[in-house]
């Protein structure tokens, strides 16, 4: 049975509520029970972002999460913030390229991924989230990459499409790191 309750965090400009859009829609084309919450401050790009993302086989109560068994972080400020809402036994994924602060927790599993200097390496920052999003599935195989890569085509715009091919590639790159 699958029940994956993620939070992603970051500033906004990094993709992080579209990540979760792809990531929700996905859950949607392999017929799961899906919510996805976006929150962001004033600020919008360079301000602080976050969506909350379920997938589950079970009806899902609430878009609202107290804890989750899945974090993806950007930046420090959101590590601080979202550490302790997951649960013992959970996993917290950085973008060690921009987050230097520590995981004091030593009940969850972490992944320390250099993801923004990879994405540049590729030629475009702009897929650091999807890198990160690679060791997410591989780590909890809450959907399959022919679900994410059908979720791209249907979320982004079709003048983004050409992109696609790219973003699987950081996407396996995730998840072979």
């Known amino acids: 049975m699958i029940k994956e309750e993620i939070i992603i965090a970051g500033f906004g400009g990094q993709g992080i509520l579209s990540a979760g859009r792809v990531l929700a829609n996905a859950g949607l084309i392999e017929k799961r029970n899906v919510s996805w919450l976006p929150s962001y401050g004033p600020e919008m790009r360079g301000g602080t972002a976050n969506c909350s993302v379920v997938i589950s086989d079970e009806p899902v109560a609430s878009p609202i999460l107290n804890s989750a068994s899945s974090l993806i972080v950007m930046n420090g400020p959101s590590l601080t913030k979202f550490e302790n809402s997951v649960l013992e036994g959970g996993v917290i994924i950085i973008d060690s390229s921009l987050v230097d602060v520590e995981v004091k927790r030593k009940d969850v599993k972490v992944y ?23 060791k997410l599935i591989a780590h909890t195989g809450v959907i399959s990459t022919e679900s994410f890569e059908e979720s791209l085509k249907k979320v982004l715009p079709a003048r983004k499409h050409h992109m696609i091919p790219e973003e699987m590639e950081a996407l396996k790159m995730g998840i072979n790191f």
């Open 112 to 134: 320390k991924i250099p993801a923004s200097k990879m994405a540049d390496e590729m030629g475009n920052v702009t897929y650091a989230n999807i890198i990160l999003l690679g």
